[in-house]
């Protein structure tokens, strides 16, 4: 009876054994090499490495260095986060939010605008086979031209008499190709600024000045004088002026003071 126990206790010790030999074989052949995590990593090692590539070619700032005016070029200065002499620029123009083609400058010609319009630019940097994030500018609006003035020369001027003298100016933002009428082209203003109080007569529509100027006038501002005056329209206003040199008439004598000689 002894001999049956021991024999079935030993029996079931080599089943159990055996199960667990089997466990542990099915065990080891489910196991895998981490081979996916050491790809991953050398990929995240790379993308790191890229990063650090591009981040030369990094955009630090875009901005207009010249007045955004009708009658001028438009200027954008690009500055990189790290300097770098050897870096190309990529520039695209965009007026009213459509692209002027073939202008591939930090210069837009101010043939491509006029007053009024929205301006901006996308620049990328580009080194070797690097390119950098491409950054989209302000917008900038483009402001209208100041007046211009076209002085004419002024003879010396006798003295008592009356002056007459109109300003002779313009105005860049008007269009030669769309009819205005003569109300709507009349967009300058004149605006006497000196000297005030003595007489002078300044039209604000025409530029017409008027003057009556005698003895009194020489005695009280010289016989040389200045006249400054201010002309503005919607692109903003220019100050300018004329000399006006005087000749002062001899007093002649009246017959009781030639007698009195």
Not at 17 to 41: D, H, I, M
Request: aromatic share 8%; net charge positive; with cysteine.
């Amino acid at each position: 009876m002894r001999k049956l126990i021991l024999i079935i206790l030993l029996t079931l010790s080599f089943i159990w054994c055996g199960q667990k030999e089997s466990e542990t074989q099915q065990l080891k052949n489910n196991y895998k090499k981490p081979v996916a995590s050491v790809k991953r990593s050398k990929i995240v090692k790379n993308n790191t490495q890229e990063d650090i590539s591009k981040n030369t070619l990094v955009i630090k700032d875009t901005k207009f260095v010249s007045k955004a005016i009708s009658k001028r070029d438009l200027t954008l200065k690009v500055t990189l986060k790290k300097p770098d002499d050897k870096v190309n620029f990529e520039y695209r123009w965009f007026v009213n939010d459509r692209e002027i083609e073939g202008i591939n400058t930090n210069i837009l010609p101010k043939v491509e605008f006029k007053k009024d319009n929205w301006v901006f630019c996308k620049v990328t940097a580009i080194k070797d086979n690097l390119k950098s994030r491409t950054i989209k500018s302000k917008y900038v609006k483009i402001l209208g031209t100041p007046p211009l003035f076209n002085p004419k020369p002024i003879q010396a001027f006798q003295v008592p008499g009356e002056f007459f003298y109109k300003i002779e100016a313009s105005d860049p933002d008007l269009r030669d190709d769309v009819f205005l009428t003569d109300e709507e082209k009349n967009t300058l203003k004149f605006e006497l600024i000196s000297p005030k109080k003595e007489g002078i007569i300044l039209n604000s529509k025409t530029g017409e000045m008027k003057w009556h100027i005698d003895n009194n006038i020489i005695k009280k501002l010289g016989n040389t004088i200045e006249i400054k005056f201010k002309i503005s329209s919607d692109g903003g206003k220019v100050t300018s002026s004329i000399k006006l040199n005087l000749i002062q008439q001899k007093e002649q004598k009246t017959e009781e003071q030639k007698t009195e000689t």
